[in-house]
Structures are given as structure tokens and as C-alpha cells.
């Protein structure tokens, strides 16, 4: 019901776009989550927005680097990643909540266990 893509190889200090996608359902009526996890270790939040596009949060480790974002018109939820480093290898994926954790529109979560729906994951990989 999501698709994550635009995961690549990428080298360290470049940049990629994530988008998450879906065929079956308007993104316009939910939360949207982005966590990631590397192997070998546990799932962690990245960056989520909220149904209404008030709020966003980006995790510290990540902070200055990434940004979320809404795209309505193409039906799509946007993790811009700049600067990227080899420790930013990963899997990505992303996760979608009704009208937000909750029923609250102006809220988002990082916790995994708030989202119903997720994607199969797209692959970041950054290496020299």
C-alpha cells in the first residue's frame, strides 16, 4: 500500500530523495513516518509529518541534513537527504497513520508502533 524508492549507492557528502507513494490511498489524509535500519541493529525514526503538514520532526542525528516534506499534487511524502555519511546506511521505509496517531491531523510520531501501514523499504547505501 506505500512504495518507497529512490534509494541508491551513493558517496559519502551527496544527496538523494526518498518518496513515498501510494496507488491505493490519498497521503493527503495521513501521518507520514520515515525510519530506517541499518543491519545489525534496531529500527530508528528519522523524520515524520503531520496529516495537516503543521508539524514535522527530524531526528538530532540527523538534524540539518534531512527535511520531510509534502508533495499533495503527486501524492507523495518527500525525505530529502543532504550530506549524507557512510553511517547513514540503511534500509528506509516509510509508514502512514490515518489522520495522524491518535485522530490528532496537527501530530506525528516517532513511534513505529503509531503506524498502521508501511512499505517494503528502499536501500541507502553510502560508500566511497
Known amino acids: 500500500q506505500l512504495v518507497e524508492s529512490g534509494g541508491e549507492l551513493v558517496q559519502p557528502g551527496g544527496s538523494l530523495r526518498l518518496s513515498c507513494t501510494s496507488s491505493r490511498f490519498s497521503l493527503d489524509y495521513y501521518a507520514i513516518g520515515w525510519f530506517r535500519q541499518a543491519p545489525g541493529k534496531g529500527r530508528e525514526a528519522v523524520s515524520c509529518?503531520?496529516?495537516?503538514?503543521?508539524?514535522?520532526i527530524v531526528a538530532d542525528f540527523v538534524k540539518g541534513r534531512f527535511s520531510i516534506a509534502r508533495d499533495n499534487t503527486e501524492n507523495t511524502v518527500h525525505l530529502q537527504m543532504s550530506s549524507l555519511k557512510p553511517e547513514d546506511t540503511a534500509a528506509y521505509y516509510c509508514a502512514a497513520e490515518l489522520e495522524g496517531p491518535y485522530g490528532t491531523k496537527s501530530y506525528c510520531s516517532s513511534d513505529a508502533t503509531d503506524y498502521t501501514y508501511w512499505g517494503q523499504g528502499t536501500q541507502v547505501t553510502v560508500a566511497s
Open positions: 509529518i503531520s496529516m495537516d503538514g503543521s508539524t514535522t
